[in-house]
């Protein structure tokens, strides 16, 4: 729960604590505050509870009383200089987060809450800024709001509900605390300066109005300071700005999150203060500058859309145009992320323990654990806000930007008159201005790792130098205890002298000259840790990039670095060259390979089965006396002498013997793939029907086997190291062209199936007369594969075969079904049933006889813990559970 609404544990029913009462103040007594309890909403009695927490925090005695009479400000001179005009200064509509949602003439900022909104922070900037002088704005919470929250395994950022309030310089970030270039008091009552976070205030809450007191009046005891009023009361004392605001021009600043604020820059104050001091409304025209709304060119807001190929400076780009325009403002992935964390959001763990780290840079792992963050929500939202906030945009989508379809897309959200639409093609050799921004990047990249490196030698040495100061002195102690000195200390006070004395002065690593090599000094694009785009998703939409035209909805499409036609031959070679290297993720097989490898799936069982009835005698005998009555020269065939490419029936040689008679498992597996690639390769030129690639290289085999077959394709099965030796195995059917790396098959897509047997026997024949002729590199052993759903046997196991029913021990009968008979009025043991026998997780063994009339020893009966009568001396090790 959050601060700002935290209601004390009976509060509501208890007499209120209440410190002595100051003078002008109204003392709250029970009733008052069992009415507000009772009759007010929950929001508004824990605010109303805020409220009475007030006079505690600032009555601590008579002491306290006495020190708050004294104000430290005093009143203001009156002043004749001219007045800035109060509708000039305002929230600034360009310089606030797209969750501000400004109304009633930009007085009220409400944020949105939905989509994961609820976690983000808003942040929003005034257009005028103080140079000098002594003012003051107001700020209101007049809302608390508690959006749904789905339950994930991510921390919830706390609190709730937050205000900060405070100054910043122009251009600078939007969330308070966030750098160092802005000061703020929260809403727990802290001064917040970058990481320094230290208790100077007292805490606001809903219906409280807070003014912020900027003083930057030389003349003034408090120059350079920012004080904090709660209700007209000062609830801290002057805190002295950091040495890097002093002399800036200072914005108000309102960082926030599910609440909603009135603010109010006068000329006339909500509630006054203890003195004379005009609010920001009413400040001198030489004391502020202001900045106004930017008008935009021609009328119109200009959104751009960079146009640029992964790894090649994209996102570089578009951070240098940012700084460039701080008017436009990135709409991105990336962006989202980076909110988020300044949010206060956590990452999720990684296995490894890390963070997760983002998958690309266009498309970060978003991973918080908050599955209103985590399905990115938040940025279905912000698709409907975008076009309702009129400002310049530049749309950082590196994927979308280069496919039509997607661009197309985002045109659409940009229909609106208001908005001029600008596609800027990044592509080619970059402008001399580009590359010597790159090379001071790269260059600044290498000093700080050479930096971290030297800290990292130096503190490894000091700790070196740590143990073996150790080691000395624990050798010394020891040679002491063993000489049986007393006067140790002393000693040891001497050897440290001496040791401080001896002790070389640490060395200090020379300061190491960085510089970029010549090959690094060649590059026009800085190489990042992280990629642009996954494989997965760069494989799947590469072939679909295209450059942006008019004819799409752009109004303007610039080419920055080279021209059109530049361009174009540029993208068409590199996705040529990626088709050579991406596979297709989304490839499926067509009809025509499913027709075909269904038939196929049916011959083959045919054809083993009909070697199965010529290798069985009885079957063998009968089928060659029924060709003998039909022909009876059909006994002297011999399939050895027959040449293959002439049988016209596999089936049947003459004599009933199949042109496979002599297969065995490597045979068979060579035939299968023969088939299989001669079919894959085909399948793919139709299903993908891309001239441009119309096969596919070794590294890709395996996942179009999968892909079309539905199985894993591995060379371990083979027996052999290299894509290359396996293609030797079936040559005749499929080649590996060394020029392209692709595969290219061998045989017409009608190829008759028989065909192949043939290729598989002409193969076998020639294996067996190199055998013959004793060549042992022509026998092939192939790894059969384990059936599916069971492991392979260890080596030394027993034979495999059907699993036998499990053994009973014990000398209680088994019943049909092999399950122990169990005892009467008492259930199955081990969570067995009648269906089958249960898993035993022990042996059963029945209780030995209570007396033994050979032992020596009496036996002395006893209850187990199981409820069986056993014995002191020889009980048995396991009984049944009742």
């Known amino acids: 729960s959050s601060p700002l609404f935290a209601f004390p544990a009976g509060a509501r029913s208890a007499t209120w604590a209440m410190p002595p009462k100051k003078k002008g103040a109204k003392v709250a007594t029970k009733e008052d505050g069992e009415e507000k309890a009772n009759g007010a909403s929950e929001p508004d009695a824990e605010m109303a509870e805020g409220k009475a927490e007030a006079p505690q925090e600032e009555g601590r005695g008579e002491k306290a009383d006495t020190e708050a009479k004294k104000e430290l400000e005093a009143d203001a001179s009156p002043d004749s200089c001219p007045k800035v005009k ?62 749904t929250e789905i339950q994930g395994a991510g921390r919830t950022p706390m609190p709730h509900q937050l205000v900060r309030v405070g100054v910043s310089t122009a251009k600078s970030s939007l969330f308070l605390s966030d750098g160092p270039d802005n000061v703020c008091f929260d809403s727990d009552g802290f001064f917040i300066h970058e990481k320094n976070k230290k208790k100077a205030s007292q805490r606001f809450t809903f219906g409280q109005t807070m003014a912020v007191l900027l003083n930057l009046d030389s003349s003034s005891p408090n120059a350079n300071s920012i004080s904090l009023f709660r209700d007209g009361v000062r609830i801290s004392d002057p805190q002295p700005l950091p040495e890097n605001l002093r002399g800036k021009v200072l914005y108000p600043t309102i960082t926030f999150k599910n609440v909603t604020l009135q603010v109010n820059f006068g000329p006339t104050p909500l509630v006054p203060l203890p003195f004379k001091c005009p609010l920001l409304g009413a ?10 709304p930017a008008k935009p060119e021609g009328g119109k807001y200009e959104v751009v859309f ?74 279905k939202v912000l698709d409907s806000v975008v076009p309702l906030v009129k400002r310049n945009y530049v749309v950082a989508e590196l994927r979308s930007n280069l496919v039509a379809s997607d661009r197309s897309s985002a045109l659409q959200m940009f229909s609106s008159p208001d908005f001029k639409k600008k596609a800027s093609v990044l592509m080619g050799e970059p402008s001399q201005d580009y590359k010597d921004a790159i090379q001071a990047r790269m260059l600044a990249d290498k000093v700080a790792k050479a930096e971290a490196e030297k800290k990292k030698r130096a503190q490894e040495e000091e700790r070196k130098q740590l143990l073996e100061r150790k080691r000395k002195k624990a050798e010394e102690a020891k040679k002491r205890r063993r000489e049986g000195r007393v006067d140790g200390a002393e000693d ?7 040791e401080e004395e001896k002790e070389p002065e640490a060395k200090e690593d020379e300061d190491v000259v960085v510089e970029l090599s010549e090959e690094e000094k060649k590059l026009f694009y800085r190489k990042s840790e992280i990629p642009d785009l996954t494989e997965k998703a760069l494989a799947k939409s590469f072939a679909s990039f295209s450059l942006p035209t008019r004819e799409e909805g752009f109004d303007e499409v610039s080419f920055v670095w080279q021209k059109q036609t530049g361009c174009e031959k540029l993208l068409k070679d590199w996705v040529l060259e990626k088709k050579k290297t991406q596979r297709v993720q989304d490839l499926q097989p067509g009809e025509w390979f499913k027709e075909q490898f269904a038939s196929w799936q049916k011959t083959l069982p045919d054809w083993k089965k009909r070697l199965s009835e010529w290798k069985d005698p009885v079957r063998r005998k009968a089928l060659i006396a029924k060709k003998k009555e039909e022909d009876s020269s059909a006994a002297d065939i011999n399939a050895e002498d027959i040449d293959v490419a002439s049988v016209d029936d596999i089936l049947d040689l003459g004599n009933g013997e199949p042109l496979f008679a002599n297969f065995v498992y490597e045979d068979w597996t060579l035939l299968n793939m023969r088939y299989e690639l001669h079919l894959l390769l085909h399948a793919f030129q139709k299903d993908l029907n891309d001239p441009d690639r119309p096969s596919f290289g070794e590294n890709h085999l395996a996942f179009y086997y999968n892909t079309y077959f539905k199985k894993a394709f591995s060379l371990k099965i083979f027996n052999v190291e290299t894509t290359a030796d396996f293609i030797e195995l079936v040559k005749d059917t499929v080649q590996l062209d060394k020029t392209t790396g692709f595969f290219h098959p061998e045989l017409p897509e009608d190829k008759p199936v028989a065909d192949f047997v043939k290729l598989a026997e002409e193969d076998r024949r020639e294996r067996q007369r190199r055998i013959d002729a004793g060549d042992e590199t022509a026998k092939l052993k192939f790894s059969r594969p ?64 209570l007396s033994d009339p050979g032992s ?21 090790s396991f009984h049944r559970r009742p």
């Open 306 to 379: 960079p146009v640029g190929l992964p790894e090649q400076g994209f996102f570089d780009w578009v951070d240098a145009f940012v700084e460039r325009n701080p008017g436009y403002t990135e709409l991105s992935d990336r962006k989202i992320l980076d909110w988020a964390a300044k949010s206060g959001l956590w990452r999720a763990k990684s296995q490894g323990g890390g963070t997760s780290a983002p998958r690309s840079n266009d498309k970060p792992d978003v991973k918080f654990g908050l599955p209103l963050m985590d399905d990115m929500s938040i940025k």
């Open 856 to 876: 020596k020893h009496a036996r002395t009966a006893y209850r187990s813990s199981y409820g069986s009568v056993a014995s002191s001396v020889g009980a048995p």
């Open 786 to 849: 384990a059936p599916q759903g069971q492991p392979p046997a260890p080596k030394g196991a027993a034979r495999t075969g059907p699993p036998q029913p499990p053994r009973w021990s014990g000398s209680r009968p088994d019943v049909p079904g092999g399950r122990p008979r169990d005892l009467p009025g008492r259930p199955p043991s081990y969570g067995g049933s009648a269906r089958g026998p249960p898993p035993q997780k022990r042996p059963y063994s029945s209780a030995p006889p």
């Open 86 to 147: 109060a509708e000039e200064v305002a929230i600034s509509t360009s310089d606030s987060t797209l969750n501000v949602m400004p109304t009633a003439g930009g007085r009220v900022l409400m944020t949105l809450t939905e989509g994961g909104f609820q976690y983000l922070l808003a942040g929003a900037r005034a257009t005028a800024g103080v140079k000098s002088g002594r003012y003051a704005f107001e700020v209101k919470i007049v809302e608390c709001l508690t959006a």
């Open 283 to 292: 400040a001198a025209a030489k004391d502020l500058e202001i900045i106004a």
């Open 492 to 498: 040891e006070n001497e050897d440290e002298a001496k």
